[in-house]
């Protein structure tokens, strides 16, 4: 195993012997294995174990047990102690990945608090597998069925060229013991029902179904690279900024595989991205999808991405001045005997005869109705007014309005004030209206 281990580094470019390197070790089978062999085969190497204090006496156990492993061997052992619970609750999220956050924050803080190149883990080709089954059962695209990879930014896995059983009887030569996480026994959590009655079963049918999947694994890693290649080149011709031609997109050979690579990164799911393309032929302007961080929405025969925004506030305005909408955003209202029209875009001025404060800078919402300027009679939907100036969902919504005390528009920033608060040959008294805008 120590050859097999050897020409996989070599072959990867995993680690070099004149740097420094961080090992996790848990105290199990795996990374034991791990850290004895790269200290065999001559690295530079740390250990670092993190106590998650999950089970009770157990994790004490496998903490004096690195420490003793450590001592013996002379490797610098870092250890971190976390209250994993209180951070799961904290963050809402389960207490697998927050130990698995944890972990990893720790690891690249002390890879660059000692000068360490990369940080070793003991996955082998059994997580490999059960990775790609776990992949399969939530819905993946073809990078999901790939497999663990040997390199990812600063994580390296020496130990993929062998599997579970390898390691075992590695270490039974070796006369060295390790301790075993009671966890991993139980058939609670998804990898654990792969890994205790799942695979079992498949081996049942062909002791090669391990091998096998890892087999099909390797083969789809080179259909990814074609696959990659052609959808980053349609990308290219297709895409103008953060959008997609829809037209365009339609005629690709697949055009589920683009979609996939251009908002999966983006939090899109298989199943929402599969949604999406369905979608796709019939879709009308307007049609949007949302992920935990960004939204796309269809617009004039685009397909446009964008990351979600905060809900914009609203703004009571008293009386005349100056205040703060937001960390962008100023509005700023005077009254004077002034009654020249200014014609920026950001700026109104309008009758003060009739304007009732407070008035209130807000959102546009649906139902809004004003009498755009120039238009005598009758009213029009704000957002029929937006659609003519041919602005996207997204625009819509960022789109601001102004109103009096009586729920009157008075002013679309950007845009027109309303027919009814003109400056007239009447008028005396004027409000000149301004949105300054700061770069945050």
């Not at 994993?84 to 690891?107: C, D, Q, V």
Request: aromatic share 6%.
């Amino acid at each position: 195993m120590t050859d097999k281990v050897k020409k996989y580094i070599e072959a990867h470019g995993l680690l070099q012997h004149d740097n420094r390197y961080i090992v996790a070790v848990s105290g199990g089978a795996d990374s034991i294995a791990l850290l004895l062999l790269l200290c065999q085969l001559g690295y530079t190497v740390e250990a670092a174990h993190c106590n998650f204090h999950l089970r009770g006496e157990e994790s004490m156990r496998d903490e004096a047990f690195v420490q003793s492993f450590c001592e013996r061997h002379d490797i610098p052992l870092h250890l971190i102690h976390f209250d994993t619970h209180t951070y799961a609750e904290l963050h809402k999220i389960s207490i697998e990945m927050a130990a698995r956050e944890l972990r990893y924050r720790y690891f690249e803080q002390l890879r660059n608090d000692i000068g360490a190149a990369d940080i070793c883990v003991a996955h082998h080709q059994d997580d490999s597998a059960e990775t790609i089954l776990l992949n399969l059962i939530r819905g993946t695209g073809i990078h999901g069925l790939t497999g663990i990879q040997p390199r990812q930014g600063h994580i390296i896995r020496p130990l993929l060229c062998v599997n579970r059983q390898e390691i075992e009887s590695w270490l039974k030569s070796q006369g060295q013991d390790f301790v075993t996480d009671s966890t991993n026994l139980v058939a609670d959590v998804w990898r654990n029902k792969l890994r205790l009655q799942v695979i079992p079963q498949l081996l049942s049918i062909t002791p090669k179904a391990t091998d096998n999947i890892l087999h099909t694994a390797r083969l789809l890693q080179e259909t990814a690279k074609v696959s990659d290649d052609a959808n980053k080149k349609a990308i290219r011709q297709l895409s103008d900024g953060n959008s997609l031609l829809i037209s365009g997109l339609l005629q690709q050979p697949s055009p589920l595989s683009i979609l996939f690579d251009w908002l999966e990164p983006f939090g899109f799911s298989s199943s929402s991205i599969d949604q999406i393309c369905q979608r796709l032929p019939s879709a009308r302007t307007g049609s949007y999808w949302t992920s935990d961080t960004h939204e796309v929405c269809v617009n004039r025969g685009r397909l446009m991405l964008q990351p979600r925004e905060a809900e914009r506030p609203t703004l009571r305005i008293p009386e005349t001045g100056t205040y703060i909408y937001d960390a962008t955003t100023k509005i700023r209202i005077r009254q004077s005997d002034e009654t020249s029209v200014s014609r920026q875009p950001d700026t109104a001025t309008l009758d003060a005869n009739g304007i009732q404060f407070p008035l209130t800078l807000r959102p546009a919402l649906p139902g809004d109705r004003f009498r755009p300027l120039g238009m005598t009679e009758g009213s029009r939907l704000v957002s029929d007014f937006l659609t003519d100036r041919k602005l996207s969902l997204f625009e819509k919504r960022r789109q601001l309005v102004l109103v009096d005390a009586e729920g009157r528009i008075l002013w679309l920033p950007g845009y027109r004030p309303d027919h009814r608060f003109r400056i007239t040959p009447d008028t005396h008294t004027s409000l000149t209206i301004e949105l300054l805008h700061t770069q945050a």
